[in-house]
């Protein structure tokens, strides 16, 4: 690949490469195509996940406003619907990954481990029992909320409450350590961060957002947060959506910038990635980073930027694969 060196390449090959989030499902669902046909259109499909030597990825069920508040649960089973007839449609290349032995032999066949994961908790219809549903069909990972407020928390967007988890919330993040499910904070307003970090008992996630001493958009992290998610042996995965990297004119340049400096302030075993693929306009896409395909500059540009190859691996899959297996199995 032009301007990426064979160390790199190298490197990248060898790596387990993990990536927390991508909303490709939606994508699909709303236009024509497959995940198995190579596009011109967003950011993922197969081939292009393997051509940019992605092990394992995880695909985001989102219901859309529309379907609030009523038909969130159909409307995940939709996309839920979607997703399996997309896996059976593909055995030779995709895997459903449901602990982390499955995503070690997607490696060793050549396929990409799918990890599917519900965004926000809408989708539970207000019922630990819809949870447990959702893990028998395969589900490993909740993200609590979107930006809007809903049973189990407060996003973002409702921050000015200082409201955080509901009795429901508390009892989703216990059942979800009970069952072996990461527990993710994206979108979670601060104090619904605070106090899933009080409750949990197990490693947390947040699966796409950046530092907010580089960014101060309000979905990324503060240094205070870093830390404080990388104390319950979780990870936070730098995310690829401009407006989180700079405010204006992000490039591949800024975003390394945020992985080395939380690399540098929650420790090397705490970075993951989450590049949000599919889930924020293409045309807004990083110049050096318009696809999937693309992860070998992200790579090099890691290395060029003096943290060692070990570091590198585990930003690029080694932390995420050991947060899974720590958490789900």
């Not at 990083?286 to 999937?292: G, K, Q």
Request: glycine fraction near 8%; include cysteine; aromatic fraction near 4%.
């Amino acid at each position: 690949m032009k301007g990426v060196s064979l160390e790199a390449l190298e490197l990248h090959r060898r790596a387990v490469i993990c990536d927390a989030h991508c909303d490709t499902l939606l994508r699909l669902e709303r236009q024509e195509g497959s995940l198995g046909e190579r596009s011109a259109a967003g950011h993922v499909d197969l081939p292009r996940l393997l051509e940019g030597g992605v092990t394992a990825q995880v695909f985001a069920l989102f219901v859309e406003d529309v379907y609030l508040p009523a038909q969130a649960l159909r409307r995940t089973l939709q996309l839920l619907d979607r997703f399996y007839r997309e896996l059976a449609a593909n055995p030779e290349r995709m895997l459903l990954a449901t602990c982390a032995a499955d995503i070690r032999r997607a490696r060793e066949e050549g396929k990409v481990a799918a990890i599917l994961g519900l965004e926000g908790g809408e989708a539970l219809d207000g019922t630990v029992a819809t949870l447990r549903i959702y893990h028998r069909l395969g589900v490993r990972l909740l993200t609590l909320t979107w930006n809007r407020r809903n049973a189990l928390a407060d996003g973002l967007d409702e921050a000015h409450t200082d409201g955080g988890l509901t009795r429901l919330g508390v009892e989703v993040v216990k059942e979800m350590n009970r069952l072996g499910m990461l527990v993710d904070l994206a979108h979670l307003s601060p104090a619904g961060l605070a106090d899933v970090l009080r409750v949990t008992t197990s490693p947390v996630i947040v699966s796409h957002a950046n530092a907010q001493a580089l960014c101060s958009h309000p979905r990324n992290l503060s240094d205070e947060q870093l830390r404080a998610v990388a104390l319950t042996g979780g990870l936070v995965c730098a995310t690829f959506v401009p407006r989180f990297i700079a405010p204006q004119n992000a490039t591949l340049e800024h975003l390394l910038e945020h992985i080395v400096h939380m690399v540098r302030v929650a420790g090397e075993d705490h970075v993951g990635l989450g590049s949000d693929h599919d889930g924020f306009n293409p045309q807004e896409t990083l110049a050096d980073l318009p696809d999937v395909s693309y992860l070998p500059r992200l790579t090099d540009g890691l290395l060029r930027r003096g943290l060692s190859e070990r570091v590198v691996e585990k930003v690029l899959g080694g932390n995420f694969l050991r947060v899974f297996e720590e958490v789900v199995g």
